[in-house]
């Protein structure tokens, strides 16, 4: 972009007091006029014209703002016939090669600009990156071509021996997936706590059992349940038949049926208390837990009760 300039004492220069407000705006325009077109103060006649008033055109050529053809100022050069021209205008303003020079000076900055902004972006740079494009394709292509070869076999991962599943003997349409088992359910360890808690190592092939024969839940199983405080806000039968109707419904297989299942319950524990309603009232037999008087009845109870076991309280 370039500018037409004008300098800080023009708004009182004798030649613009005398021209008037009217020639000195048709002056402004033709200047950036030229400048645009980078014309260095030659000015088509048809656009003076259309631009200016016969009487402002007037007035700019008397104080020698502006010239037409046959003038007399030393200085500048003659406009063609029917043009004028910018009274001192390459005084003020850069020529066309000036202009063209600094914008191609300008757009090689900015190239350079962006060119190193793509090498800090990129410090290998763009060869490198191809070059390791390529390698990683080809190593691809290599290991793709591997695995068609008739003569390329791959063992079966995490098996010693191939099973059922990776021969054509045996196979029957879909592989199913591992079911529960009702008859090898794995007891737990007395004394040992949370999920992991299991004692006999679990048989092998865990429980690939279909459901239809119903899931038992081992005493072990049990016995875990009511020693970590689960079996006191789940019904472990219904929470049991739930479990099986949940997973039959949506046909889906597990490794270890009897982790399921306990993950299952203390789920449902959680859940359980979650919904349990704070409250500082003692639970008594055929007492509804509202009011004072349920409230007084349940400290009176657990008095009694630290009474008898001895306490001084």
Same mark, same amino acid.
């Given at each position: 972009?370039?500018?037409?300039?004008?300098?800080?004492?023009?708004?009182?220069?004798?030649?613009?007091?005398?021209?008037?407000?009217? $020639?000195?705006?048709?002056?402004?325009?033709?200047?950036?006029?030229?400048?645009?077109?980078?014309?260095?103060?030659?000015?088509?006649?048809?656009?003076?014209?259309?631009?200016?008033? $016969?009487? =402002?055109?007037?007035? %700019?050529? =008397?104080?020698?703002?502006?010239?037409?053809?046959?003038?007399?100022?030393?200085?500048?050069?003659?406009?063609?016939?029917?043009?004028?021209?910018?009274?001192?205008? %390459?005084?003020? +303003?850069?020529?066309?090669?000036?202009?063209?020079?600094?914008?191609?000076?300008?757009?090689?900055?900015?190239?350079?600009?962006?060119?190193?902004?793509?090498?800090?972006? +990129?410090?290998?740079?763009?060869?490198?990156?191809?070059?390791? +494009?390529?390698?990683?394709?080809?190593?691809?292509?290599?290991?793709?071509?591997?695995? +068609?070869?008739?003569?390329?076999?791959?063992? /079966?991962?995490?098996?010693?021996?191939?099973?059922?599943?990776?021969?054509?003997?045996?196979?029957?349409?879909?592989?199913?997936?591992?079911? /529960?088992?009702?008859?090898?359910? $794995?007891?737990?360890?007395?004394?040992?706590?949370?999920?992991?808690?299991?004692?006999?190592?679990?048989?092998?092939?865990?429980?690939?059992?279909?459901?239809?024969?119903?899931?038992?839940?081992?005493?072990?199983?049990?016995?875990?349940?009511?020693?970590?405080?689960?079996?006191?806000?789940?019904?472990?039968?219904?929470?049991?038949?739930?479990?099986?109707?949940?997973?039959?419904?949506?046909?889906?297989?597990?490794?270890?049926?009897?982790?399921?299942?306990?993950?299952?319950?203390?789920?449902?524990?959680?859940? $359980?208390?979650?919904?349990?309603?704070?409250?500082?009232?003692?639970?008594?037999?055929?007492?509804?837990?509202?009011?004072?008087?349920?409230?007084?009845?349940?400290?009176?109870?657990?008095?009694?009760? %630290?009474?008898?076991?001895?306490? /001084?309280?």
């Amino acid at each position: 972009m370039a500018w037409f300039a004008l300098d800080d004492g023009f708004d009182t220069h004798p030649k613009v007091r005398k021209a008037g407000n009217a $020639a000195v705006g048709l002056f402004v325009r033709l200047g950036v006029h030229a400048t645009k077109h980078l014309t260095e103060g030659h000015l088509d006649g048809d656009i003076v014209r259309a631009y200016g008033t $016969a009487p =402002t055109i007037r007035k %700019l050529i =008397t104080v020698g703002m502006l010239h037409e053809p046959g003038h007399g100022c030393p200085r500048c050069p003659q406009p063609a016939d029917g043009d004028y021209l910018i009274h001192d205008y %390459l005084d003020y +303003n850069k020529s066309r090669a000036q202009i063209e020079a600094a914008r191609e000076a300008a757009r090689k900055r900015q190239q350079r600009g962006r060119e190193s902004a793509r090498r800090n972006a +990129n410090p290998r740079g763009i060869d490198d990156v191809s070059r390791s +494009n390529r390698s990683r394709n080809d190593a691809d292509s290599d290991a793709n071509r591997l695995r +068609n070869d008739p003569l390329f076999e791959e063992e /079966p991962a995490g098996q010693g021996d191939v099973s059922r599943r990776d021969t054509h003997e045996g196979a029957t349409g879909v592989p199913s997936p591992p079911l /529960p088992s009702h008859t090898s359910g $794995a007891d737990v360890v007395e004394g040992a706590t949370g999920s992991r808690s299991r004692a006999e190592t679990q048989p092998e092939g865990c429980a690939p059992i279909d459901f239809d024969g119903g899931f038992h839940v081992s005493d072990g199983l049990r016995r875990w349940a009511h020693r970590d405080g689960y079996a006191t806000l789940v019904d472990l039968d219904h929470e049991t038949a739930q479990f099986i109707s949940h997973f039959r419904a949506n046909g889906q297989r597990r490794n270890n049926w009897n982790d399921e299942w306990q993950k299952w319950i203390r789920r449902a524990h959680k859940w $359980a208390a979650e919904r349990r309603p704070a409250s500082n009232v003692i639970a008594l037999p055929g007492q509804p837990l509202t009011g004072t008087d349920a409230k007084v009845a349940g400290w009176l109870a657990l008095s009694e009760q %630290l009474r008898q076991n001895g306490d /001084p309280a």
